[in-house]
Protein backbone atom coordinates (compact mmCIF):
# COMPACT_ATOMS: atom_id res chain seq x y z
CA UNK A 1 0.00 0.00 0.00
CA UNK A 2 1.32 3.41 -0.95
CA UNK A 3 0.47 7.01 -0.13
CA UNK A 4 1.89 10.31 -1.43
CA UNK A 5 1.62 13.47 0.94
CA UNK A 6 2.66 16.53 -1.25
CA UNK A 7 4.30 19.10 1.13
CA UNK A 8 6.37 22.53 0.68
CA UNK A 9 9.80 23.82 1.83
CA UNK A 10 10.07 27.05 4.16
CA UNK A 11 13.24 28.91 4.56
CA UNK A 12 13.45 27.80 8.71
CA UNK A 13 13.96 24.47 7.18
CA UNK A 14 17.06 23.00 9.35
CA UNK A 15 16.71 19.79 9.74
CA UNK A 16 19.47 19.26 12.35
CA UNK A 17 17.42 17.14 14.54
CA UNK A 18 18.65 13.58 15.72
CA UNK A 19 15.91 11.55 16.19
CA UNK A 20 13.15 12.33 13.99
CA UNK A 21 11.01 13.96 10.65
CA UNK A 22 8.47 15.95 10.57
CA UNK A 23 5.99 17.77 8.21
CA UNK A 24 3.18 19.69 9.17
CA UNK A 25 -0.40 20.99 7.59
CA UNK A 26 0.62 24.30 9.06
CA UNK A 27 2.53 26.91 6.42
CA UNK A 28 4.72 28.34 9.59
CA UNK A 29 7.86 27.24 10.82
CA UNK A 30 10.13 28.62 13.40
CA UNK A 31 14.38 27.69 13.89
CA UNK A 32 13.10 26.28 17.24
CA UNK A 33 11.48 23.26 14.54
CA UNK A 34 14.65 21.85 13.50
CA UNK A 35 13.18 18.09 12.81
CA UNK A 36 10.51 19.70 10.63
CA UNK A 37 11.67 19.59 6.75
CA UNK A 38 8.15 20.35 5.16
CA UNK A 39 5.40 22.17 5.98
CA UNK A 40 1.31 23.24 3.76
CA UNK A 41 1.25 19.34 3.99
CA UNK A 42 -1.64 18.08 2.83
CA UNK A 43 -2.82 16.00 5.73
CA UNK A 44 -1.85 15.18 8.99
CA UNK A 45 -1.47 11.80 10.63
CA UNK A 46 -5.30 12.23 10.91
CA UNK A 47 -6.59 12.23 7.43
CA UNK A 48 -3.97 9.27 6.32
CA UNK A 49 -6.82 6.67 4.87
CA UNK A 50 -7.80 3.77 7.10
CA UNK A 51 -6.60 1.22 5.70
CA UNK A 52 -3.03 2.09 5.68
CA UNK A 53 -3.20 2.91 9.03
CA UNK A 54 -4.61 -0.36 10.04
CA UNK A 55 -1.38 -1.36 7.88
CA UNK A 56 0.52 0.52 10.53
CA UNK A 57 -0.54 -0.99 13.16
CA UNK A 58 -0.01 -4.31 11.89
CA UNK A 59 3.67 -4.94 13.66
CA UNK A 60 4.34 -7.44 10.82
CA UNK A 61 4.27 -4.85 8.10
CA UNK A 62 7.63 -3.14 6.88
CA UNK A 63 7.41 0.70 6.50
CA UNK A 64 9.30 2.85 3.73
CA UNK A 65 9.23 6.24 3.88
CA UNK A 66 10.54 8.21 0.61
CA UNK A 67 10.95 11.98 0.78
CA UNK A 68 11.17 13.27 -2.93
CA UNK A 69 12.64 16.48 -3.42
CA UNK A 70 13.20 17.57 -7.82
CA UNK A 71 15.45 14.98 -8.68
CA UNK A 72 16.79 13.63 -5.30
CA UNK A 73 14.92 10.93 -2.85
CA UNK A 74 15.88 10.33 0.73
CA UNK A 75 14.69 6.93 1.97
CA UNK A 76 14.26 5.80 5.77
CA UNK A 77 12.97 1.99 6.88
CA UNK A 78 10.81 2.35 10.01
CA UNK A 79 8.46 0.14 11.90
CA UNK A 80 4.64 0.51 12.89
CA UNK A 81 2.91 -0.55 16.30
CA UNK A 82 -0.58 -1.57 17.61
CA UNK A 83 -0.54 0.94 19.94
CA UNK A 84 -0.10 3.74 17.21
CA UNK A 85 -2.74 6.43 17.45
CA UNK A 86 -2.81 8.31 14.43
CA UNK A 87 -5.19 11.28 14.98
CA UNK A 88 -2.93 14.60 15.00
CA UNK A 89 -4.80 17.10 12.38
CA UNK A 90 -1.19 18.75 11.82
CA UNK A 91 1.55 16.40 12.19
CA UNK A 92 3.13 13.40 10.96
CA UNK A 93 6.61 12.59 12.57
CA UNK A 94 8.71 9.36 11.79
CA UNK A 95 11.06 8.71 15.12
CA UNK A 96 14.22 6.60 16.04
CA UNK A 97 12.74 6.23 19.40
CA UNK A 98 9.61 4.26 20.53
CA UNK A 99 7.97 6.79 21.07
CA UNK A 100 4.06 7.40 20.55
CA UNK A 101 1.91 9.92 20.59
CA UNK A 102 -0.94 11.54 18.31
CA UNK A 103 1.34 12.51 15.87
CA UNK A 104 3.44 9.81 15.64
CA UNK A 105 3.48 7.62 12.41
CA UNK A 106 6.39 5.36 12.90
CA UNK A 107 8.69 4.28 15.07
CA UNK A 108 12.06 2.81 15.28
CA UNK A 109 13.21 4.40 12.11
CA UNK A 110 17.06 4.18 11.19
CA UNK A 111 17.44 8.02 10.39
CA UNK A 112 16.39 11.17 11.01
CA UNK A 113 16.28 14.53 9.56
CA UNK A 114 19.95 15.03 10.18
CA UNK A 115 20.43 12.38 7.96
CA UNK A 116 18.93 14.10 4.97
CA UNK A 117 21.34 15.24 2.49
CA UNK A 118 22.37 18.87 2.61
CA UNK A 119 21.55 19.37 -1.16
CA UNK A 120 18.11 18.42 -0.40
CA UNK A 121 17.76 20.30 3.16
CA UNK A 122 18.99 23.58 0.87
CA UNK A 123 16.08 23.03 -2.02
CA UNK A 124 13.54 23.06 1.16
CA UNK A 125 14.71 26.11 2.21
CA UNK A 126 12.54 27.63 -0.56
CA UNK A 127 9.04 27.96 0.28
CA UNK A 128 8.14 27.59 -3.79
CA UNK A 129 10.28 24.03 -3.65
CA UNK A 130 7.70 21.19 -3.38
CA UNK A 131 8.23 17.68 -2.48
CA UNK A 132 6.40 14.80 -2.06
CA UNK A 133 6.34 12.28 1.49
CA UNK A 134 6.02 8.38 0.57
CA UNK A 135 4.40 6.08 2.68
CA UNK A 136 5.00 2.17 1.71
CA UNK A 137 3.59 -0.28 4.09
CA UNK A 138 4.14 -4.31 2.78
Excluded at 12 to 27: D, K, L, M, S, W
Excluded at 99 to 113: E, G, H, M, Q, V
Amino acid sequence: MRFEIPFYGHENVRAFHPRTIEITTEPDLTVQGDCIIGVSAECGCKDIPKKLKERLRDERSTVTFSIQVNDETFQVAGSGNPDLILEHPHDIVIRKSKFLCPRTLAINCDKASNDIPRKMIKMLQSPQTKGIFVIEVT
